[in-house]
């Protein structure tokens, strides 16, 4: 009789965040299974099946406290931990690759023209903390500032109610326009009803963009809230990859997996240009409405009335980069978001963004991401 792996899922399923991995674990349970699983539906999942009588294999378990991270490491089995405020040491971790999101939202910010920049998070969340730091790097390394807010200590002051009359008026203080980041969705919706309560219009004076792209969330928010898109699913994939290895008794060297970013999916909270120049708003906002098509510098330069001379001088001076290198972003991170997201060969993008060959396709998106077409979607891209 063949033994069927039982794996418990202490996995939250209010969130995509959780959704996501759930998907992967199972994607992989299906081709290389069967296993069978214990989870409980719902965000807080507190109690384990009664051990002896299910005989259970392996555990992959969001944990919230020590005491959690104990009763889960007594079991003696295999565990891969989702850990909510600091990483495990020394046992298989599900991390966030905080320091790409960070510097992804702040290019996003910057690239919209803004000058002024927030943070909100939880001090106690180490994601939090490092995409916060990676976001006020990103933001002084450009020359600029980042003011930050982060939940209150006493719980008295975390009751939804009292927690957005503090935000409110922390977000009142603020110099504007600015552009701001949320430590994730959720929080970025609040920042969203707290500025409705202050008075203060989104994106005109705030910009709010989040991460995790927890769609029924984002869409929740008035305006949609502009987010960091993460690839959970596949680091299902691996951690139920990884937690087979474990139930086999085999020594594995690699003992954490990333969720990585993706691409932004900008909504409404960010659509805005806060560059006071008005021929360089004009042609970035004309390069982005055009560059699914074969667009070069000129025609960007006859969509505005100064000379490409005069476009060129402002668009360094402002944006810090050439009019070339604005289309060449926009359409890599077009091209991105095709390899992750479709099945489509390399040639089918080519041929859908207007790319003569591959080896044109192929050597703009090296030389703005670094990584070739293929390498980015293996570590990108669905498993």
Not at 93 to 104: Q, R, S, V
Not at 131 to 145: L, M, P, Q, T, Y
Request: hydrophobic residues 40%; glycine residues 6%; aromatic residues 8%.
């Amino acid at each position: 009789m063949i033994k069927i792996p039982k794996v418990i899922l202490r996995i939250e399923t209010s969130v995509a965040y959780g959704r996501g991995l759930l998907f992967g674990i199972t994607k992989y349970a299906h081709l290389h299974g069967p296993w069978a699983f214990y989870s409980e539906p719902g965000e807080e999942q507190t109690t384990l099946p009664r051990l002896d009588n299910w005989g259970a294999s392996g555990i992959i378990a969001r944990v919230t406290d020590a005491k959690m991270t104990k009763q889960l490491t007594d079991t003696g089995l295999p565990v891969i931990f989702v850990p909510l405020k600091e990483e495990i040491p020394g046992l298989p971790n599900i991390i966030d690759d905080c320091a790409t999101e960070g510097k992804m939202a702040a290019e996003h910010l910057l690239d919209r023209g803004f000058r002024r920049f927030a943070f909100c998070g939880f001090s106690d969340m180490y994601w939090s903390n490092g995409r916060r730091e990676s976001f006020c790097k990103g933001i002084s390394d450009a020359g600029f500032e980042t003011y930050c807010y982060d939940r209150p200590r006493a719980k008295v002051q975390r009751s939804y109610e009292n927690e957005q009359a503090l935000l409110a008026n922390w977000l009142t203080s603020l110099p504007k326009p600015l552009g701001l980041m949320a430590c994730d969705d959720e929080h970025g919706r609040h920042v969203v009803d707290a500025c409705k309560i202050a008075g203060i219009h989104v994106p005109e004076q705030v910009a709010i963009i989040s991460v995790d792209n927890d769609e029924l969330v984002c869409a929740l928010s008035d305006p949609p809230l502009s987010s960091i898109a993460v690839n959970t699913e596949r680091a299902g994939y691996e951690a139920a990859e990884l937690l087979d290895k474990l139930m086999a008794g085999k020594k594995v060297e690699k003992q954490n997996i990333t969720v990585r970013p993706l691409y932004i999916v900008a909504r409404q909270s960010t659509d805005i240009l806060a560059i006071e120049n008005h021929e360089v708003a004009k042609a970035v906002r004309f390069i982005r409405q055009h560059a699914r098509g074969v667009i070069g510098v000129n025609d960007v330069v006859n969509a505005v009335t100064v000379s490409r001379r005069v476009l060129e001088k402002r668009f360094r001076k402002v944006l810090h980069c050439s009019i070339l290198d604005e289309i060449r972003s926009v359409r890599a991170a077009q091209v991105a978001k095709m390899l992750v997201d479709s099945n489509l060969s390399i040639s089918q993008i080519a041929s859908a963004l207007g790319y003569p060959t591959i080896k044109h396709i192929a050597r703009s998106f090296r030389h703005k991401t670094g990584m070739t077409l293929l390498a980015y979607r293996k570590q990108f891209g669905q498993k």
